[in-house]
Every structure is written in C-alpha cells, then in structure tokens.
Antibody
Framework: QITLKESGPTLVKPTQTLTLTCTFSGFSLSTSGVGVGWIRQPPGKALEWLALIYWDDDKRYSPSLKSRLTITKDTSKNQVVLTMTNMDPVDTATYYC???????????????WGQGTLVTVSS | QSALTQPASVSGSPGQSITISCTGTSSDVGGYNYVSWYQHHPGKAPKLMIYEVSNRPSGVSNRFSGSKSGNTASLTISGLQAEDEADYYCSSYTSSSTLVFGGGTKLTVL
C-alpha cells in the first residue's frame, strides 16, 4: 500500500521561504520510472502543478514558478523536499505530494496522493 | 503554459450520462496521449480516474471513460450516481516535459 504525507509549517510570513517534506512508504524512489511530484490548490481554486523529481534525480518545474522552487529527494529516508522562496499571500494553498508510478509514463499522472497540508501566508 | 479549459460546472440526474471537456493546444492535449482525469471531493485527496486518455486504474468503475479528439479530451461518466458529485480535473503532459491541469469542473448530481 502506497502512502504519502506532507509536513511543514502551517503559517509563513511574506518573503519567507517555505520548506515542505513529503514522507512516503510503499515504494522506492530509486526504482526506475518512479517519481514524486508536488501540486497545490489555493482555496476555492484549481489544482496547479508545481514540480516533479524522478528516480534518477531528473527534476521538472512549473515554468511560472521555476525561479522560486527547488525539489530534492532523500532516498534513504523515503522523503522528498520542496522549497519555495519569497512566499506571498497568493501562495496560500493546500500543498499535495503525489506518487507517479508505472501507469504514469514520464511523470504524466499521479496514482496516489497525500491528504495535503494547508499553508497560509500572512504577516 | 496556460491552464487547460474545462467547463466550470456540469450537472445530471442519477442514471444519466455526462461528459466533461478539456481543451488545450497542440503543445499539450493534442500533442500527447498523456491526458489524465482526477476526481476530487473537497477535503480529500484527488483520485486518479483515467490516465493516458482512456485507461482506467485498477479499482475505478467502468462507468468512467475517456477519449480525445484533436486538442480536446473528454471524460464521460455513465449511470450517474450520487457519489460521483465532486470536482473533476484534467491534466496533460506538455512539450516542456511538465504537467498542466485544467481549471476544474464541478459535477452536480441533481
């Protein structure tokens, strides 16, 4: 059974850097073809794809947020970390991490998702 | 990359069929057979319903089906049930090797 859980601060101040951790089980991020991505959803708005890291450490970022995002993995800890710099109130959202496995060629979809964590940006 | 275009809302009565469209460009929907659909009940994790345009993951009801023509993909739900009421999102792989989601469609079962 695959599970993912997001953790990190629930409140950050404008201009601060957000660091979110995705801790997962049921798969290995050292297995060929596997990836973990981050997706967010502002309150009342649509899902927005942020970033993906593959088993081979290949990384992809949303073009509109690329300059602010960094995604890394720690295979031994079964964790993926997303950092987002220069946070703004418009970045208030529920942040999800998700698993992209064998059904999702090239990270084209996400088979399993965490429950999400709400991050509020406010002074 | 711009979000894919979905209708804001659709509705149907129990037992009926509905179709949700997802329009992109030749750089995403039209260029790849990597369109996915997700069901999202508020407060819960999104659930993958369709991948690679028309494939259903194990455990997903065969009442859900997907198709694509040109730059537009579609999700059809037949035999509508009350529990189908949710938000639905499409996504597509892009020419930049990234992913883009649609704006979401709220399905109401009357």
């Amino acid at each position: 059974q695959i599970t993912l859980k997001e953790s990190g601060p629930t409140l950050v101040k404008p201009t601060q850097t957000l660091t979110l951790t995705c801790t997962f089980s049921g798969f290995s991020l050292s297995t060929s073809g596997v990836g973990v991505g981050w997706i967010r959803q502002p309150p009342g708005k649509a899902l927005e794809w942020l970033a993906l890291i593959y088993w081979d450490d290949d990384k992809r970022y949303s073009p509109s947020l690329k300059s602010r995002l960094t995604i890394t993995k720690d295979t031994s800890k079964n964790q993926v970390v997303l950092t987002m710099t220069n946070m703004d109130p418009v970045d208030t959202a529920t942040y999800y991490c998700a698993h992209s496995g064998f059904d999702c060629s090239g990270g084209s979809c996400y088979e399993s998702w965490g429950q999400g964590t709400l991050v509020t940006v406010s002074s | 990359q711009s979000a894919l275009t979905q209708p804001a809302s659709v509705s149907g009565s129990p037992g009926q069929s509905i179709t949700i469209s997802c329009t992109g460009t030749s750089s995403d929907v039209g260029g790849y057979n990597y369109v996915s659909w997700y069901q999202h009940h508020p407060g819960k994790a999104p659930k993958l319903m369709i991948y690679e345009v028309s494939n259903r993951p194990s455990g997903v009801s065969n009442r859900f089906s997907g198709s694509k023509s040109g730059n537009t993909a579609s999700l059809t739900i037949s035999g509508l049930q009350a529990e189908d009421e949710a938000d639905y999102y499409c996504s597509s792989y892009t020419s930049s090797s990234t992913l883009v989601f649609g704006g979401g469609t709220k399905l109401t079962v009357l």
